[in-house]
């Protein structure tokens, strides 16, 4: 079963990879989708059966597989955008720049101080590598939609770290955690449709117009 | 007078083919005191000595046809200099006196200016010239630094016996890092490598031929000394050895592609080769310290190898160009073109060279990266961590980038027509000047054919530095293929050779029919509608824009029939020259103007200078 | 011995028809019959049957470049492994000659083109070695990691190490090694996403382009050393994705001799399926396959 897991992990690493290397939102989108859905099966992986790891399983795999993708491409639609046009940095430099940070997650998933059972698995430098790519996402990118895909990113690398604790973490925290990106997606939405009503266009660089001269 | 000249440089080429055959037979040391001096020969001074006078020697025949004594009047200026530089570099190699070394350095660096600025009338060569002095002064000022050091661990100027030198770890640090500045300056290791493409664009070719030949490697002699007089190495030496090395290899190659001056794309180019020959190095000196034989031992080969295949391939270029030069008298390659229906010798020769510096095999280039390949795959299988092996793709992308350069190079130089007027009304044939590209040409392929000659030459180097025999049979499981390679390269001229008879066979029994190149039905196709080299190389110069970043003015049309003013202009930039050192110079000499105040010309205030430095200086002494 | 003559025979004798498995999937796919799977062979004795057109242009390097290029194929055909098979020729650090051996090719079809002083094939020149030259360093980096799990440094032990066992072990990283070769695949032998073979369109062409201008035996060497190339490199990566033995030598050659045609199958879908990318996506595509080959050696490091 570990090694599924594993081969899963490098799916999401991949996942990330490609998020960095496209341009058009959709796709992007339907990447983070099939993210969220595949960190939905990981803890059915690694932990044993309970009511709770169902829970867990279901409700993840329907707020980052099903609802928040749709929010995102609802909006997408409505703003009437396609693709992330003019990046702060390339593609190819932003994937190049993913790759070396996920080389040195493993680096830094060898220094720290962990559990041996949790050593030989990918979990830890696949989180950091994903929160990471998150990071790459928000700053490089121009779109306040490709900011609400960057964090999402920035949040299923936390949910992997998370998953080698899912026996010790309360359905609360993770619940609430939901809840909370769930409700900053609907913010982020009706923020998106303003900035698009407003300025015509989703740049978010153009927001440094509503500073105080 | 004009025999006279003429006759001092035949005599200079004498003395040189002479030097050839001495230097051959000197293996041993050969301690001569003179006063406080020493100079010997050891294998290191030898494997630098050998494509020295080879180099030299042919530079000194191409010369006599290239730069006419009858016909210039400055040769008399440049053949003395071209006299000077050799011995100054010859000396250079011999002593082991660091006074008597930082002299032979200088007159060394001089010479060269002087050979570059030969062209006195020419702005860009004055500029090129300054630059180069500036360059080369400071990096002799960190020279001044070592030597000063070194005299203060051993307490006198010679140069501490190999492998005798240990001393606290800061001043061991101090010591590598002067000398790192210093000698890889003049190596043109990057980021010290700023004054290289315009000296060697606007030196005579046969000159920067040696220039990249032969003086660059005198910085790789300087830190291959300075590395040899110590008992241990830190870890960290080897390691920036490398990823200067890289840095230089990847970005000198990038920046060559960019360029639209030939010669500048050669002087680029070295920048690259000698970012090779340090990787090398560097791999050596990790191997030293981790006791990894195989790294150690394949990188010093590599290195080695590539230093001697690097002034050969590298001259012939040289010499190649300035053949192109006279006949097309222009330097901009994109409006040369189909030079090689008219010199048909030069373009195999540069072809030829053109294979070797890209590393393709059967041709010399191939046999030293090949050790360096080695050396990376093993650590690659072999240790836990394995960092090296990532010499090999950096290897590969550094030779995918060399082919675009020098398909591009000889491409538009040689083949296809001429681009313009120039290029096509001066006369042009190979001359004599091929004779001496001919033997270094023909070393290439005798070196690339059986690498074994070479290798053999190379070891007692290896072994001078490893202090034990060196069999390359058998390196901890790993053999050194080098008679397959052999046959192989042999294998492969053979099958070209049959292919080729059996083609010319074919096409007697066939119709053939000549016409114009098939424009795709446009019917009436110009010289101009042909790729320049600057489009073929503009798809990777923007994919490493962060590098060689070139300027594009682009006009600005405006109306249906725009003036004929506007036109479009591409510049590769200097990324370190023109944009950071340029506008820090400038801006040193305006914050010092106020300086100037100080020479007004009047005598007794000088003289109070004088006095207040002198009462200062009391003050303080007390 | 008998390995090394068929090693031969298969190596000069299949590559056409691969081309022709190749163009009758396309067919298959577009609901049409298609030519005969012969065709290659039939087109390629046409050719040296028919008589040569030169440009004025051109010197000894346009009628050298095709023949340079064939010499190199073949001497890397010698060095690859068929197949379970040893190669005829092994040493340490083969796969650097066999990565070179290509080098030579493609710098001789390249100054070939810009032989003729067309603009066209010297647009298709540059394509040709920018992109060889971002394919380059993932086909080392692969080599390095399959390198590293054989632990030798002959391609002939490297590329008959992989089996179904070490796939069930280190299946992700494996995984990773293949697509990354199949990329590079299709990028060297000029086929879609990356180039379209069969395109008449100059502007949009790589390979093709490049040797517009050669005609007669000159063409019959470049198609056949373009078909050997395309077995050459297909070998590697059979080699590494279908890594079967059955233990008897015969039947391994048949095998391998399937799954090359297979391999020519799953070429002809993807053409049938995908589209030519974007030229300034391309790039794009050959640093993703370096990245994932990096990847796949980060995962078999740790």
Not at chain 2, 72 to 91: P, W
Not at chain 2, 542 to 555: D, F, W
Request: with cysteine; charged share 10%; proline share 5%.
């Amino acid at each position: 079963m570990n090694s599924l897991a594993d081969q899963l992990l490098v799916l999401v690493m991949l996942i990330n990879l490609i998020m960095l290397g496209s341009s058009r939102l959709i796709f992007s989108i339907r990447a983070v989708a099939a993210q969220g859905v595949i960190l939905g099966i990981l803890p059915g992986l690694i932990h044993p059966f309970s009511l709770h790891l169902t829970g867990i399983t279901a409700s993840v795999i329907l707020a980052k597989g099903i609802i928040i993708p749709y929010l995102i491409s609802d909006a997408v639609h409505k703003a009437h955008i396609r693709r992330e046009v003019e990046p702060f940095i390339g593609y190819v430099p932003t994937l190049f720049l993913g790759a070396v940070f996920t080389a040195l997650a493993f680096v830094f998933a060898e220094k720290l101080p962990l559990a041996p059972e949790h050593k030989e698995l990918l979990f830890v430098p696949a989180s950091i590598a994903t929160l990471l790519t998150g990071f790459l996402i928000l700053t490089t990118r121009r779109k306040a939609i490709s900011q609400v895909i960057g964090y999402l990113v920035l949040e299923n690398g936390i949910f992997v770290f998370g998953l080698l604790l899912t026996e010790a973490m309360p359905f609360m925290v993770e619940a609430g955690a939901l809840l909370d990106l769930l409700v900053g997606i609907f913010v982020m939405g009706i923020v998106i449709n303003q900035i698009s009503q407003e300025f015509s266009s989703l740049d978010t660089s153009r927001l440094r117009a509503l500073k105080e001269e | 007078m004009l025999v006279l000249v003429a006759s001092s440089i035949g005599w200079y080429a004498l003395f040189c083919l002479l030097g050839g055959t001495l230097g051959g037979i000197y293996q041993l040391d050969w301690p001569m005191p003179f006063g406080p001096a020493l100079f010997a020969v050891d294998p290191l001074s030898a494997l630098f000595l050998f494509p020295l006078f080879l180099v030299s020697g042919c530079v000194a025949l191409y010369s006599l046809s290239y730069w006419p004594a009858a016909e210039r009047s400055d040769s008399a200026r440049l053949t003395l200099f071209v006299g000077v530089f050799t011995a100054a570099m010859v000396l250079v190699l011999l002593v082991r006196n660091g006074v008597l070394f930082l002299m032979a350095w200088e007159l060394m660096a001089l010479a060269a200016y002087f050979l570059l600025t030969t062209e006195q009338h020419n702005r860009e060569a004055q500029k090129a010239g300054t630059i180069y002095l500036l360059a080369t002064h400071s990096g002799t000022m960190a020279l001044f630094a070592l030597f000063s050091l070194l005299h203060r661990v051993t307490g006198s100027f010679l140069l501490p016996a190999p492998h005798s030198l240990s001393t606290s770890v800061t001043l061991e640090a101090v010591i590598l890092v002067t000398a790192l500045i210093g000698f890889g300056g003049k190596a043109g290791l990057m980021p010290l490598h700023f004054w290289l493409p315009g000296a060697h664009a606007n030196a005579p070719s046969h000159v920067s031929a040696m220039m990249s030949g032969l003086m660059l490697k005198m910085g790789v002699y300087g830190i291959l000394r300075t590395v040899l007089l110590f008992v241990d190495l830190p870890g960290w030496f080897g390691w920036l050895l490398l990823v200067l090395g890289g840095w230089s290899a990847l970005n000198g190659i990038a920046l060559a592609a960019g360029q639209r001056d030939l010669k500048r794309l050669l002087a680029c180019s070295s920048i690259e080769n000698i970012g090779i020959i340090f990787i090398g190095i560097g791999m050596a000196l990790v191997g030293l310290q981790t006791g990894a034989q195989v790294l150690f031992i394949c990188g010093f080969f590599g290195a080695f190898l590539h230093i001697v295949n690097h002034g050969l391939f590298k001259s012939v270029l040289f010499l190649g160009s300035g053949v192109v030069l006279h006949s097309s008298g222009t330097r901009e390659m994109d409006r040369m073109g189909g030079l090689a229906k008219r010199m048909p010798v030069t373009a195999a020769l540069f072809l030829v060279a053109s294979l070797a510096i890209c590393g393709l095999p059967p041709l010399n280039g191939f046999v030293g990266e090949l050790f360096l390949y080695l050396g990376a795959l093993y650590d690659g299988i072999a240790s836990p961590l394995p960092v090296l092996a990532l010499v090999a793709p950096l290897l590969a992308l550094v030779g995918g980038m060399a082919a675009i350069t020098f398909v591009k190079a000889y491409g538009t130089i040689f083949l296809g027509t001429a681009r313009s007027t120039v290029a096509e009304h001066r006369h042009a044939a190979d001359g004599p000047m091929v004779g001496p590209m001919l033997l270094l040409a023909v070393c290439c392929l005798a070196i690339g054919l059986a690498p074994l000659l070479l290798v053999r030459m190379v070891a007692p180097v290896v072994r001078f530095y490893s202090g034990a025999d060196v069999n390359l049979a058998d390196l901890g499981g790993l053999q050194i293929p080098l008679m397959p390679l052999t046959a192989l390269n042999l294998l492969l001229l053979a099958l070209i050779v049959v292919l080729a008879v059996c083609y010319r066979l074919r096409l007697h029994g066939l119709p053939k029919a000549a016409s114009a190149t098939w424009g795709c039905a446009y019917q009436a196709p110009s010289p101009r509608i042909q790729y320049t080299g600057t489009s073929f190389s503009e798809m990777m110069v923007n994919l490493v824009g962060y590098v060689a970043a070139p300027q594009r003015l682009k006009p600005v049309l405006a109306g249906f029939f725009p003036a004929r003013t506007a036109t479009f202009s591409y510049r590769p930039v200097e990324l370190l020259l023109d944009r950071v050192l340029t506008p820090l110079f400038s801006w040193i000499g305006l914050a010092f103007s106020y300086m100037r105040r100080l020479q007004h010309g009047q005598l007794h205030i000088y003289v109070l200078y004088v006095f207040a430095t002198l009462f200062v200086l009391m003050i303080w002494a007390h | 011995m008998i390995d090394i003559i068929i090693h031969c025979t298969v190596a000069l004798l299949l590559p056409p028809l691969l081309l022709g498995v190749i163009t009758k999937t396309k067919a298959a796919f577009a609901g049409r019959i298609g030519a005969p799977l012969l065709q290659s062979y039939y087109d390629i004795f046409k050719l040296f049957r028919k008589g040569s057109v030169f440009s004025t242009t051109t010197t000894w390097v346009f009628r050298a470049g095709p023949l340079v290029t064939l010499a190199a194929t073949v001497t890397a055909a010698l060095l690859v492994p068929l197949g379970r098979h040893n190669a005829p020729l092994s040493f340490d650090g083969d796969m650097v000659l066999f990565a070179y051996l290509f080098g030579l090719g493609r710098f001789f079809t390249t100054a070939a083109a810009l032989d003729t002083g067309s603009s066209f094939e010297g647009m298709g020149a540059a394509r040709e070695v920018t992109f060889s030259c971002l394919a380059e360093p993932t086909l080392f980096i692969a080599l390095i990691t399959l390198a590293r799990m054989s632990g030798s440094l002959r391609l002939s032990t490297i590329l008959t190490y992989p089996s179904p066992g070490l796939w069930l072990a280190t299946g992700a990283s494996m995984l990773l090694l293949v697509a990354a070769l199949f990329i590079i695949l299709l990028a060297e032998n000029c086929r879609i996403p990356f180039d379209d073979p069969t395109t008449h369109l100059e502007l949009t062409m790589i390979h093709e382009v490049m040797v517009l201008d050669h005609s007669g035996p000159a063409f019959g060497v470049i198609l056949y050393s373009a078909a050997l190339k395309l077995l050459v490199l297909g070998a590697v990566f059979v080699n590494v994705a279908l890594p079967v033995s059955t233990g008897d030598s015969l039947e391994d050659w048949g095998l391998f001799v399937v799954a090359m045609l297979a391999l020519a199958v799953g070429i002809g879908v993807v053409e049938s399926v995908m589209a030519r990318l974007r030229l300034l996506r391309i790039p794009q595509l050959l640093v993703g396959a370096t990245i994932l080959s990096a990847f796949g050696m980060l995962l078999v490091l740790r």
